[in-house]
């Protein structure tokens, strides 16, 4: 079985497509087509595309990477893209709150520089001109500066193509602030993940934990309430609950529950359904209605 995962050069320009076999080797890259989308779909040739949108802390990632990986699509996390341009900025000695002088200096970064996402959906890295800085953005500083240089339009407008690029070639589950209002309005499902302000922040203090950062709960909460303001107070897209979204609160949930919630309004809106047939997801025509969950439940990958 091998997984395809799309992504986009947007400083040379071409979508091109990685194929990972199950003993991790990766085939030569090959421009990608519809029929490369890691999604059989005999029904609907249209890319599926989930949009999961919510603050820091909402379980938003680990929800998208289940969800990713029970349906055989690419993960596709955009806020690594907005921290990649804000590892630039800091690398430029620029430093948060961004003047008028910063901003402009910041505006061209995503354009000029080649960021991607690759890997499979366990094992996303994110690569800056090549370099692999998947651990480099994952600092609360880095965060800080990604809710800054996020509010830029032209770094907005620039990831935001890149995005719909990626989505439209091999669809996904698309992870950020944004995906359901502005870059993807019309996905199959649009989920607003939430949870309160004191699980969140506890979430994310054993997130950087695990990753050798350490910070206490209330100074990673001060950081978070600063993030969710800029983020939904920001004239250019702005953090809310799209049109149509279903709202789930994960404080109380376990991620089994979100996961089989999402999938049962997956199942309704869609009208299909998902059959795991040799390791890809396939979808037909579900005249059954909920039939899908009694008689073919989705398998987790097994790469
Ligand atoms: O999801 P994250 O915490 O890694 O995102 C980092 C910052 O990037 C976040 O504070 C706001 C910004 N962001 C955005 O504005 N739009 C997105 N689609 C994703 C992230």
Same mark, same amino acid.
């Given at each position: ?22 003993d ?7 421009k ?8 059989t ?6 890319p ?31 806020g690594a ?5 804000g ?23 995503a354009?000029?520089h080649? /960021? ?15 370099e ?8 609360p500083?880095?965060?800080l500066?990604?809710?800054?240089v996020s ?10 193509? /890149?995005?719909?690029? /990626? ?11 944004? /995906? ?16 309160n302000?004191a ?11 695990a ?8 100074e ?10 800029q ?9 809310h ?12 949930s ?31 025509r579900?005249h059954?209605?909920?039939?899908r969950?009694?008689?073919a439940?989705?398998?987790e990958?097994?790469?």
């Amino acid at each position: 079985m091998t997984t395809t995962v799309a992504r986009v050069d947007s400083a040379g320009g071409g979508l091109w497509a990685d194929l990972t076999y199950n003993d991790g080797s990766v085939s030569s890259r090959k421009k990608a087509t519809p029929e490369m989308s890691s999604t059989t779909d005999p029904v609907n040739p249209e890319p599926l595309i989930i949009a999961i949108d919510g603050p820091s802390g909402a379980g938003k990632s680990t929800v998208a990477r289940l969800l990713a990986s029970r349906l055989g699509l690419p993960y596709i996390d955009t806020g690594a893209m907005y921290r990649a341009v804000g590892l630039l900025a800091a690398r430029g000695g620029i430093e948060p709150p961004l003047d008028d002088e910063d901003a402009a200096a910041v505006s061209g970064l995503a354009e000029n520089h080649r /960021i991607e996402l690759s890997g499979t959906g366990r094992d996303v890295r994110v690569l800056l001109d090549g370099e692999d800085v998947s651990e480099a953005i994952r600092t609360p500083e880095c965060a800080l500066m990604a809710s800054a240089v996020s509010a830029l339009p032209a770094v907005r407008r620039a990831l935001v193509a /890149i995005q719909r690029r /990626i989505g439209l070639q091999s669809g996904g589950i698309m992870e950020g602030r944004d /995906i359901g209002s502005v870059v993807f309005p019309d996905a199959a499902l649009k989920v607003y993940l939430t949870a309160n302000p004191a699980e969140r922040a506890r979430r994310r203090q054993a997130d950087l934990h695990a990753k050798g950062i350490e910070a206490t709960v209330d100074e990673v909460r001060r950081q978070q309430q600063q993030r969710d303001l800029q983020d939904s107070t920001r004239s250019d897209s702005p953090l809310h609950v799209a049109r149509g979204s279903v709202v789930v609160d994960t404080s109380e949930s376990t991620l089994d529950e979100v996961v089989a919630r999402l999938l049962a309004e997956l199942d309704e809106r869609m009208e299909i359904r998902l059959d795991t047939v040799g390791g890809n997801t396939v979808r037909s025509r579900n005249h059954g209605g909920l039939a899908r969950r009694e008689s073919a439940p989705i398998e987790e990958e097994s790469s």
